[in-house]
C-alpha cells in the first residue's frame, strides 16, 4: 500500500469519527422532542386553579367592582337592583373639588409617613439591642410582639382609654410631673397624633421581627474584622449594618407604607376622623361617604379609595424603579 494511499484512508477515518458541527447536541434535541404527559398538565392546572380563583374572587372582582361605582351615580335602590346611570370622572370630580380632600391628603401622608419613620427607626434600634444577644433577650422579644398580635379593636380600645382627658393614664402620668390636662381625642391639635402615637407602637414589631431577620444575615466575620481594625459601634453600624440591610429595609418600608396608608379601623375608633376633619384620612373619608351617614354616596366614597390605590401604587412603582436603579 503506498503512503498516499494510507493518509487518504487516516483522513477519511478522522472525518467519520467527528461529530458534524451543524449538528445539534443530544441534550437540547432531547430537550426539544421532550414531551410532557397530558396528566401532568392537568395536574399543574389543578395546583394552579385554587390561586387563580382566590386572586379572582378576592382581587380581581372588587378592584373591578370598585372601579364601576366610582364611574357611576349609584344610590341605594340602584346598589341593590343595579341600573345606575354612568356619571364617567364627574366623581372623581366631587372629591377632588370637595374641601375635605386636600385636609384628608395631607392628613393620610402625615400620618403615614411619620408612622413609618417612628415604626422603622425603633423598629431597627431594638432589631440592633437584641442582635447583641443576653440571657432576657429571646423573652423581651417576644414581648414586644405583643402588639402585633393584638386584634386592632383592642388596641384601639387600649389607647383610647389610655388618652382619655379625664380618666387617661396618660393625663395622670402628665400630671404627676406638673403638666396640665390634654384633650388628646377631643382637640383638633392633639387628634392626629394620638392616632400616629397608636400606630407607630403597633408597627414596631412587624420592623422588630424582619430587621431582626436581616441582621442574622450579616456574617459576624465582617464585624470581627472591623473590630480588629478599630472601628468603633457607629462606624460598624453606618459602614456595615445599615449598607448590608438596605434590601430588607427597602422592603420593610414598602410593607408599611401599603399597610398605613389604608389603616381605618384604628383611627375610626379613637377618633372617627375628628374633631371636624383633624384626623380624617382619605381611608376613613372613603368609609364616610359610603357607609357613615342615612344617605350614602357609594360613588365618591369608591373614587376616594380608587385614589387610595393609586398612591400605593406610586410607592410601589418607585420602590421598583429604586430596586432596578441599584448595582447588582
Do not use: C
Not at 370622572?89 to 395631607?106: G, H, S
Not at 388628646?184 to 407602637?201: D, E, F, G, K, Q
Not at 376622623?273 to 372613603?286: C, I, K, N, V
Amino acid at each position: 500500500m503506498s503512503t498516499a494511499h494510507a493518509d487518504d484512508l487516516h483522513r477519511s477515518a478522522a472525518t467519520s469519527r467527528a461529530p458534524s458541527q451543524d449538528a445539534d447536541p443530544p441534550q437540547a434535541t432531547a430537550r426539544r422532542g421532550r414531551w410532557v404527559p397530558r396528566g401532568s398538565q392537568l395536574a399543574a392546572w389543578a395546583f394552579l386553579a385554587p390561586v387563580v380563583v382566590y386572586l379572582g374572587a378576592f382581587y380581581a372582582y372588587p378592584l373591578y367592582r370598585n372601579v364601576d361605582l366610582s364611574v357611576r351615580h349609584y344610590t341605594v335602590r340602584s346598589f341593590v337592583q343595579g341600573g345606575a346611570p354612568f356619571s364617567g370622572w364627574d366623581n372623581f370630580r366631587q372629591v377632588i373639588d370637595n374641601p375635605t380632600f386636600d385636609t384628608a391628603l395631607r392628613n393620610t401622608m402625615v400620618f403615614t409617613l411619620v408612622s413609618i419613620l417612628f415604626q422603622y427607626v425603633l423598629g431597627l434600634s431594638l432589631a440592633v439591642f437584641f442582635h447583641r444577644g443576653f440571657r432576657l433577650a429571646p423573652t423581651l422579644r417576644a414581648l414586644f410582639l405583643i402588639p402585633w398580635l393584638l386584634p386592632l379593636i383592642v388596641s384601639a380600645s387600649t389607647w383610647s382609654w389610655m388618652f382619655n382627658s379625664e380618666s387617661g393614664v396618660v393625663n395622670y402620668g402628665l400630671h404627676l410631673v406638673g403638666v396640665g390636662k390634654v384633650d388628646w381625642l377631643t382637640s383638633p391639635h392633639w387628634a392626629l397624633t394620638s392616632v400616629i402615637i397608636a400606630n407607630i407602637w403597633i408597627g414596631i414589631p412587624f420592623n422588630l421581627v424582619i430587621l431582626y431577620s436581616g441582621l442574622q444575615n450579616i456574617p459576624a466575620e465582617l464585624y470581627e474584622a472591623a473590630s480588629l481594625d478599630g472601628a468603633t459601634g457607629w462606624q460598624q453600624f453606618r459602614r456595615i449594618t445599615f449598607p448590608l440591610l438596605r434590601p430588607v429595609s427597602a422592603i420593610t418600608v414598602l410593607l408599611g407604607l401599603i399597610y398605613t396608608l389604608k389603616v381605618f379601623d384604628l383611627i375610626w375608633i379613637m377618633t372617627r376622623g375628628g374633631p371636624g376633619d383633624s384626623s380624617t384620612t382619605l381611608s376613613t373619608w372613603s368609609y364616610r361617604y359610603g357607609f357613615g351617614s342615612l344617605l350614602p354616596d357609594f360613588g365618591p366614597g369608591a373614587a376616594v379609595g380608587n385614589i387610595l390605590i393609586l398612591i400605593a401604587l406610586a410607592f410601589g412603582l418607585f420602590y421598583i424603579r429604586l430596586q432596578r436603579s441599584q448595582p447588582a
